[in-house]
């Protein structure tokens, strides 16, 4: 089966900057935040809506990696790219490529219970809406309706290949 392309890269680079924008309206009074991203194409998404915080904006918008492994995330501890007392007493907006079932987000939220924050948000460049984990972003791209079989492949890294496809 070919892909579709959903998102051009164009596109692409206008929804996070968009959710970058919404980010700073949402949190214009702090100093700093922590954009926290899901290994993978989630840190790519981080690091991007870091880069644009920091041109429309004076907020110090951090980029901090989450570990995991996807497919069976009850099975090892999420892990991160810094020490835990640099997110203590932060806002912190956790960020991945696409929300399905929402066990991902689940998970990698599951350390920030245990220290204290000051704020904890979740943004997501394509939500699909087939939750079975209470998890809903603060921060959406865009919306997409598909079919459960239907694989959303969300591509940052490379310019040649930047877009939504749906396979």
Known sequence: ?????????P???????????QIFENNFEEKEIIIAGIVGQGLALAEMICKHMHEISAIQAKAVAIQLNKEVPYESPVKFDTD???LEHKVIIV????????????YSLAPFLSIPVKKLQVAVLV???????P???????YELSTTIAEHVEVVISDPLKCGVYLH
Do not use: E
Not at 11 to 21: G, V, W
Not at 95 to 106: E, I, K, M, Q
Not at 127 to 133: A, G, I, T
Not at 135 to 141: K, L, N, T, W
């Open 1 to 9: 089966m070919s892909a579709k392309q959903v998102l051009d890269g």
């Open 11 to 21: 596109a692409l680079l206008q929804k996070i900057r968009r959710i970058s924008f």
């Open 84 to 86: 835990l007392s640099v």
């Open 95 to 106: 960020v991945d490529d696409v929300l399905n079932t929402g066990r991902t987000f689940s």
């Open 127 to 133: 939500d699909r809406n087939y939750r079975k984990f």
């Open 135 to 141: 998890i809903a972003a603060d921060y959406i791209g």
